[in-house]
């Protein structure tokens, strides 16, 4: 099955900083999302992007599906950006397969 | 427009009960799938429910079944509970049977397994 890695696994930023976060995949996908985890567990839709660069304020993404990765970009971090960040990709139409996640903290 | 929920939010159940986990769907959306999440994991696909049918399933053991209604919520039953069945479950709504369709997710139902 498809294999998705999430990079790095934990980053640690002090308010104000830039980031990036690396998704990459095994195969090639016809869905991907990246979600915010929030401390009570619920999966935040931040980007639907299987391919191509969105932007919603702060944060953007681009995928490259034909090199088979995504990265998701945060500016000017705040403290509430801290949680984890998943990329997800579609398997078999119906099987979302999720990376391990980046947990991010962001320090005042 | 009304968002995925999930109830209950926490759940505490003895080792060989059985539990119903409830979702009910966006509006607009037909498909709801179940996912489990252990502690410091990311999420993992049990089964996806289309049109009220199974529509796929992931490596799950048959004590884990469900049940998708008419007005496309779902309920997701686990019989003969394990302690390794402590997780989150999250529930996602989509509209249609393929991929290509944005997913959305309940605040997620918390088991604990005593």
């Known amino acids: 099955g498809i294999q998705v890695e999430q990079s790095p696994p934990d980053l640690i930023l002090q308010e104000g900083a830039n980031s990036t976060l690396r998704c990459n995949f095994s195969?090639?996908?016809?869905?991907l999302q990246w979600f915010h985890q929030n401390p009570w567990g619920q999966l935040i839709n931040l980007f639907y992007?299987?391919?191509g660069t969105k932007q919603n304020g702060r944060l953007s993404a681009t995928t490259v599906a034909t090199e088979r990765y995504s990265l998701l970009y945060i500016s000017s971090s705040q403290t509430t950006d801290s949680g984890v960040y998943f990329c997800a990709v579609m398997y078999n139409n119906n099987d979302m397969r999720f990376g391990a996640g980046t947990r991010l903290t962001v320090k005042p | 427009e009304t968002g995925v929920t999930q109830s209950p939010t926490h759940l505490i159940k003895t080792r060989g009960q059985q539990v119903t986990l409830r979702c009910s769907s966006q509006?607009?959306?037909?498909?709801v799938s179940w996912y489990q999440q252990a502690l410091g994991q990311g999420p993992q696909f049990i089964f996806q429910?289309?049109?009220?049918?199974?529509?796929g399933r992931g490596n799950f053991p048959p004590r884990f079944s469900g049940l998708q209604f008419p007005n496309y919520s779902s309920e997701l039953n686990v019989n003969a509970l394990e302690l390794d069945d402590s997780a989150l479950y999250l529930c996602?709504?989509?509209?249609?049977?393929?991929?290509?369709?944005?997913?959305?997710f309940g605040q997620g139902t918390r088991l604990t397994v005593v």
């Open positions: 992007i299987p391919s």
């Open positions: 509006s607009g959306h037909n498909t």
């Open positions: 429910y289309y049109r009220e049918e199974e529509n």
């Open positions: 195969d090639s996908v016809n869905n």
């Open positions: 996602a709504s989509s509209w249609g049977n393929r991929a290509g369709t944005e997913a959305f």
